[in-house]
């Protein structure tokens, strides 16, 4: 992926994949994603990991994870783990100050 936006479009994947788009986009919605519910999985986890790995406001994790603002990053982490992320870094985090 040299020259591509950020996250990447479905067009750019297929073609770092070495896919068409279209078959790739199907065979996703076979196996239950899609591109965007991938992309929100990932920028969790990320967020999820930074929370856990550095002492950065939970606003700037969030926006580094590529969340709008730290109330869509506050939404999306408690949907997904139960926990909102002041009290996810709490319970899981390594003590970082």
């Known amino acids: 992926l040299a020259a ?3 996250p990447p479009t479905l067009r750019e994947l297929a ?4 896919f068409p788009v279209r078959p790739l986009h199907r065979r996703l919605g076979q196996a239950g994603l899609s591109h965007s519910r ?22 700037e994790v969030g926006f580094l994870s590529g969340f709008a603002d730290q109330a869509h990053f506050t939404r999306e982490l ?3 783990v139960g926990l909102p992320p002041a009290a996810y870094r709490a319970a899981f985090g390594s003590g970082l100050p």
């Open 4 to 6: 591509h936006t950020c």
């Open 15 to 18: 073609e770092w994949l070495g």
């Open 38 to 59: 991938l992309l929100a999985e990932a920028r969790c986890r990320c967020g999820a990991w930074r929370l856990l790995h550095t002492a950065d406001p939970i606003a």
């Open 78 to 80: 408690r949907r997904r």
